[in-house]
């Protein structure tokens, strides 16, 4: 785009748009304004070949930290939640990926996973994203990444349910920079 836009100004420079008569400067007239306009090009300098020199990426030199945390055994009786207050510290995780895994025959159609972030100079979590089980790709267990709101962290799963719904574990993924 940039070179076209240079190109462009140097034909308009040349006056081939207006109905000037201009003499080459090569003393050979061009047949039509491609040529030209590739005779311009031919002048302009090329791109520096690259160097075969090993470059690394950037993000080699940023340190990053996995941070996680798994919640074991879960029991959940029809109509209640459970509050999963995480130990962990999420500070410099863009998103944090959150996944629930229960035996076969759970149904999860009826659970939602409910995200709450807060900072420490608040008193309250506040409410960011709700997963819904019933959007998993298996009835017995799923997940989806959410944004990182803050550096504490609090899961409740809600049984909308009437049956008690049990679960081997609920885990928290991120990478923080």
């Not at 998993?136 to 803050?150: I, K, S």
Request: overall charge neutral; aromatic content about 6%; proline content about 5%.
């Amino acid at each position: 785009m940039k070179m076209r836009l240079i190109l462009a100004g140097l034909v308009a420079t040349c006056g081939l748009f207006g109905q000037e008569k201009r003499e080459p400067a090569d003393k050979k007239e061009p047949a039509d304004k491609k040529e030209l306009v590739a005779q311009i090009a031919s002048h302009l300098t090329s791109p520096q070949k690259r160097s075969n020199v090993a470059l690394k990426p950037a993000a080699t030199t940023l340190s990053s930290v996995t941070v996680y945390e798994a919640f074991t055994g879960l029991l959940i009786p029809g109509g209640q939640n459970l509050n999963l207050t995480s130990a962990q510290d999420w500070t410099g995780a863009d998103h944090t990926s959150i996944a629930i895994e229960c035996p076969g025959s759970t149904n999860l159609k009826n659970v939602a996973l409910v995200v709450y972030w807060a900072i420490p100079i608040v008193n309250f979590y506040t409410l960011t994203d709700i997963i819904d089980g019933s959007n998993f790709l298996f009835t017995n267990q799923g997940g989806a990444v959410v944004p990182t709101y803050g550096n504490q962290l609090q899961v409740t799963v809600v049984n909308q349910g009437s049956n008690t719904i049990v679960c081997d574990q609920l885990t928290i993924y991120a990478i923080a920079h």
